[in-house]
Structure formats: C-alpha cells, structure tokens
Nanobody, 126 residues
Framework: QVQVVESGGGLVQSGGSLRLSCAAS????????TGWFRQAPGKEREFVAA????????TYADSVKGRFTISRDKAKSTVYLQMNSLKPEDTAVYYC???????????????????WGQGTQVTVSS
C-alpha cells in the first residue's frame, strides 16, 4: 500500500522558518517527480514547488520563489520543503504529492500527481 506522509508543520511567526518533510513508501518512486501543494481556507489547492528524481531540476510558484527551497534525499527517499521568510499568506495545509509514472516535464498540475499525503498544517502569525 502506497503511503505519502508529511511532517514538520506548525505555528510560526511572520519572518520565521519551517522545514516540511515528505516520505513515500509502498512502491518504488525512483525516477519520478515529487511536488508540494497547499490549500488555504476557502481557496483552491495550489502548486508550491516540485522536484525531479535527480534532485537537480526544480520549479516553484512565483509566490514562494526566493523564500522556499525544495530538495531530495535519495538515500532516505525523503523530499523536503525549506520555508524561510514566512508570511501570514503562507498559512495553509501543505500536501506532498508523488508521481507514479514518468511524465514529460516537471508538472505544476494537481492532476499530474498520483499519490497524496494527508497534509500538514502551517500557520504563520502576524
């Protein structure tokens, strides 16, 4: 059974930092991309960042560029999202998602990801 589990969320003051972790298990994800998405109350789920299996190719939403960094530890099969200079508008449930098959390019689309975690809450106070 495939499992995607996020951790590391919490409450932080504006300007602070958090690091989210995502661990996927239950099948091989070697070669496939992983993404982070978020959903704020009353809003649609939106793309945050994604990374190829090689760990060298990444893409970010404009709203987080320069503040968030996505990375991968292949040995631990874990993907991280380092979030710095957090703002109240970053408050959301953050979801990790893994692709289950090879796709062209590094997708920012929800429908391109096959396995999803339950989410972890990030709250940024002003």
């Amino acid at each position: 059974q495939v499992q995607v589990v996020e951790s590391g969320g919490g409450l932080v003051q504006s300007g602070g930092s958090l690091r989210l972790s995502c661990a996927a298990s239950g099948r091989s994800f070697v070669g496939y991309a992983t993404g982070w998405f978020r959903q704020a109350p009353g809003k649609e789920r939106e793309f945050v960042a994604a990374i190829r299996w090689n760990g060298y190719t990444t893409t970010y939403a404009d709203s987080v560029k320069g503040r968030f960094t996505i990375s991968r530890d292949k040995a631990k099969s874990t993907v991280y999202l380092q979030m710095n200079s957090l703002k109240p508008e970053d408050t959301a449930v953050y979801y990790c998602a893994a692709q289950g098959e090879l796709r062209v390019g590094l997708s920012t689309e929800i429908g391109s990801y096959d396995y999803w975690g339950q989410g972890t809450q990030v709250t940024v106070s002003s």
